[in-house]
């Protein structure tokens, strides 16, 4: 006889049923060690889809009822060490209900469902739990990366373009750059988080049963937003975790910028801010080092992230439904990004609020390098109603005269403005000094950028509310999504009850 004695049943896949031989032991095959962040999205499951099998009459109720009983002394002894211990993955709640209850219970638990969905089920319920985790981080960075900036609008310092001075911004101004684009990163994770949460359960491995499954109440029970339409799609594509690895590859990929920005702000050449130690290393040789590794590991995570999204990508291209297993290449890259994202969210929200910001060298860089040249032409057109490019050609000789001659800006002086322009149009233009040096100044630059999202401190300030609306919009999104996540949950215990009584 071939029915293994229940209390050592090892699942489906032993010698002599279809196959002869058993697995090669270093073939993962359905191993609860690496199913692991996955254990307790296939209880949920597990327990879903027994409620629903009973309620549509699939299985007897008492049967039922034991099962769902079994399943919350898993729970009462912990859910991932007794399917460790009990063995099979994604079927480790069937080993564990056949062990204890014996096949004919046990062994109803399957009725109408596949590896397929056990499986696309449990990484749509990782996926969006993992989505709101970076959602709540998302929104924390925002927060500081508000407060940080409000108290640095007045924090006058050159922008950068092809690593050059380009012209003065302040500190303040770029932050709220960095909280747009978090704004963004969090739309692209809600946008995935809409998609992920769609249930497949029910759907088997492509056709799903010829039993009357009750796809929607599973679906109610586990907290998913609605039921794929279509059983294959269900099953056999998988773009949807493109759509998460693209929401945090973009994470990983801000945070690495913004880390090489506050790494050359840092540098002795610099000199803009300071990190504190907790968050550097040193030399074992070069005692003198203050190395900013957290920097280092947020620039290096993406890389990671951009290797696990190729792989993702080289996943899906093969014919739909061939291979299978390697998507778990595609998944363990997703969840290990996730883990990256998080950390260096978790850092930066940190880090900023604890830097030290150099304000004085910041502003005597600012006006070191002609980072206002744009504002001296501008005089010329608005003073001397010259057109824009002739403002453009002489302001440029100027700088190149000051060049060859050693003058830092703030030395150049009208007849030197005049020169260039002689040079350039055969006559002078008479700029004032005074207008001279209003232009040159990298303070009065900034403050006359008043227009719509501009850097002047005031026009920031006007901004910030709109700021402060989005971030407090995004965070009830986020608890509604628990909130939903949390009925759902309540429903299904809630439904256990009525069949345990």
């Not at 460790?84 to 219970?105: A, N």
């Not at 965070?475 to 996540?485: D, F, G, N, T």
Request: proline residues 4%; neutral net charge.
């Amino acid at each position: 006889m071939r029915k293994q004695v229940h209390t050592e049943y090892r699942g489906f896949r032993t010698p002599g049923i279809r196959l002869k031989e058993p697995l090669l032991p270093d073939i993962i095959g359905h191993s609860s060690e690496a199913e692991l962040p996955l254990l307790y999205a296939y209880h949920m499951f597990d327990k879903a889809h027994l409620v629903m099998l009973a309620e549509e009459q699939l299985i007897p109720r008492a049967d039922a009822a034991a099962m769902l009983r079994a399943l919350r002394d898993m729970e009462a002894e912990g859910i991932e060490k007794v399917r460790l211990e009990v063995g099979g993955g994604m079927h480790s709640g069937e080993q564990y209900l056949i062990r204890r209850l014996g096949e004919e219970v046990g062994g109803r638990i399957h009725l109408g469902r596949s590896s397929g969905d056990l499986g696309a089920v449990a990484r749509r319920i990782r996926q969006r739990d993992r989505l709101l985790e970076l959602m709540r981080h998302l929104n924390e960075l925002r927060a500081t990366l508000l407060a940080v900036a409000e108290a640095n609008l007045d924090a006058v310092m050159p922008g950068y373009t092809h690593s050059q001075h380009a012209q003065p911004v302040t500190l303040g101004h770029q932050l709220l750059a960095w909280a747009s684009a978090l704004e963004r990163d969090f739309e692209r994770a809600g946008n995935a988080y809409q998609r992920v949460n769609q249930s497949p359960a029910g759907a088997a491995i492509m056709t799903g049963s010829n039993f009357p499954l009750n796809r929607h109440r599973t679906a109610e029970l586990l907290g998913f937003d609605g039921v794929i339409k279509n059983t294959f799609d269900a099953i056999l594509n998988q773009d949807v975790a493109l759509d998460s690895f693209l929401a945090v590859a973009s994470v990983n990929l801000n945070l690495s910028k913004w880390a090489a920005d506050l790494n050359f702000w840092f540098t002795a050449e610099a000199g803009y801010i300071d990190i504190p130690d907790r968050f550097c290393g040193t030399s074992s040789i070069m005692m003198q080092k203050k190395n900013p590794y957290v920097l280092e590991y947020m620039r290096g995570a993406v890389a990671e992230s951009m290797g696990g999204l190729v792989t993702a990508f080289a996943v899906q291209k093969a014919a739909t439904g061939d291979p299978v297993q390697d998507r778990r290449y595609m998944y363990e890259a997703l969840f290990r990004s996730f883990d990256l994202a998080v950390r260096s969210l978790r850092w930066m929200t940190l880090l900023l609020p604890a830097i030290e910001v150099k304000k004085a060298r910041m502003r005597e860089m600012a006006a070191a390098y002609w980072a206002t040249a744009t504002d001296v032409a501008g005089a010329l057109v608005r003073e001397k109603g010259l057109p824009w490019r002739t403002a453009h050609q002489i302001v440029g000789i100027l700088v190149r005269l000051s060049e060859e001659r050693g003058l830092k800006p703030a030395e150049v002086t009208p007849a030197l403005l005049d020169e260039a322009a002689v040079e350039y149009m055969g006559e002078p233009v008479g700029l004032s000094a005074e207008a001279l040096q209003r232009a040159l100044d990298p303070v009065v630059f900034v403050a006359e950028r008043t227009l719509y999202g501009g850097p002047a401190p005031e026009e920031c300030r006007r901004r910030l509310p709109d700021y402060h609306a989005r971030l407090q919009a995004d965070r009830e999104a986020v608890a509604e999504k628990e909130r939903r996540l949390q009925a759902a949950a309540t429903a299904l215990e809630k439904a256990i009850d009525a069949l345990l009584a």
